[in-house]
Each structure stands twice: as C-alpha cells, then as structure tokens.
C-alpha cells in the first residue's frame, strides 16, 4: 500500500524560512506533488519534483530523496497569507490515482 | 478559462435524500476526478475519469454514490439515499496529463451537510 506522514502543524514567524516534511511508504511512484489550501478553499498546486534534487519556485522549494523516502516543502520570507494547510501527495505508477498525506496547517505569526 | 466549476456551492439535505453535485471540468483537460475531504479522513479520491472513461472507482464508499461523466464537460456526483455521515466538501478537479504532468486543478467545492 501507499501511505504519506506530515507533521500535522507547525507554527513560524513572518519573514522566517520553515520546512514542512513528507515521508513516504509506497512501492513507486511518479514523482512528489505539493497543494496548499486555505481554509475554505480549494487545493492549489505548488510544485512537483519527478527527480531527486531540489525544485524552486520563487519563495518556495520542493525537495525530494527517493532513496530516504523523503520530501519537503521549504517557504522562505514567510507571509501572514502563508497561513495554510500544505500537502504533499504522489502518483503510484501504473495509474493516475493521486494519494495525498493528511496535511499540515502552517501558523505564521508576525 | 474560468477554472473547474463545481455547483452548488454549499448543499444541506435530510438523511434519505438524494443528493446530485455537478463539476464542469477545464475545457481540453482529459482528466476528471471526484475527491471527498473530511477532517477525520482528509482528502479521498472517489473516482477518476479519463476521456470520460471511468477509470478506478475503488474510492467510492458504497453503491450509493454513483458518477457519470456524459461529455467532456459536464460530470455528477450523485449520492442516493444520503446519510448523515456522507457530510463533508467534495471537490471535483480535472488535468491534462502528458508525460508526467500531473498538476491538478481543483474547484472550489462543494460542503455537503446532511442533516
């Protein structure tokens, strides 16, 4: 089976850098996909990385070590309107059925 | 292009109605697909769609939820008899896949209450 772990919050302050991990258990995948969501709203798609290394896209980063099982999510210069729950989510091969983890709600503080 | 359009926006229902929630996909996108999200359970895929094909409806949680995609640009969600326990948001998102594109756009939801 598929599963992914995030934290379920983490709390920074404005103009901080935080990193939001996902680990993973799955027999393979396409690649490692971020969604943020505000309360309310839909998911929006932040980024994806099909290869190990790093992905930047503006104040945020996507990392991902398909040897560790491992991605994060890092957001630099953090803004109140940062304030989200962010998701990371994969593709197992063999399909488009995209799993997502439970979530984690990001606090910025000023 | 205005996005995935799901409707209505909010829907509140008695136990033992049935319950129809409709999406209109991103024109050109050959991917559709039906998630629920609850706080207990997160974000569930329910079904997916390719070129109005169902796909995989291994999500769907019993043979009260059914969904059809028509056309191109038109899908239901139908839920009959509804249950309390069915409330929750149910966004439809569609994509277009080549290669290993796999951004998918959501709409904004549908909040099921089921009273």
């Known amino acids: 089976g598929q599963s992914l772990e995030q934290p379920s919050e983490v709390t920074a302050v404005e103009g901080a850098i935080v990193q939001i991990n996902c680990t993973y258990q799955?027999?393979?995948?396409?690649?490692l996909s971020w969604y943020q969501q505000h309360d309310g709203g839909a998911p929006t798609f932040l980024s994806y990385?099909?290869?190990?290394g790093l992905e930047e896209t503006g104040r945020f980063s996507s990392f991902l070590s398909r040897s560790d099982s491992y991605g994060y999510l890092l957001l630099q210069e953090l803004q109140m309107k940062d304030s989200a729950s962010y998701f990371c989510?994969?593709?197992?091969?063999?399909?488009?059925?995209?799993?997502f983890g439970a979530g984690t709600r990001l606090f910025v503080k000023a | 292009d205005a996005g995935v359009i799901q409707s209505p926006r909010h829907e509140v229902t008695e136990m033992g109605q049935e319950v129809t929630l409709r999406c209109k996909p991103i024109?050109?996108?050959?991917?559709l697909f039906w998630y629920r999200q609850t706080m207990m359970r997160g974000l569930e895929l329910l079904i997916y769609?390719?070129?109005?094909?169902?796909?995989?409806d291994s999500g769907m949680p019993e043979d009260r939820f059914s969904a059809k995609m028509p056309n191109a640009s038109f899908s239901t969600l139908k839920i009959q008899p509804s249950e309390p326990r069915d409330s929750a948001v149910y966004f439809c998102?569609?994509?277009?896949?080549?290669?290993?594109?796999?951004?998918?756009?959501f709409g904004q939801g549908t909040r099921l209450t089921v009273v």
């Open positions: 998102a569609s994509s277009f896949h080549r290669g290993q594109n796999t951004e998918a756009f």
């Open positions: 799955t027999s393979g995948f396409y690649g």
């Open positions: 990385n099909a290869l190990d």
């Open positions: 989510a994969v593709r197992p091969t063999g399909g488009f059925k995209t799993i």
């Open positions: 024109s050109g996108h050959d991917y």
């Open positions: 769609f390719n070129n109005n094909v169902p796909i995989d």
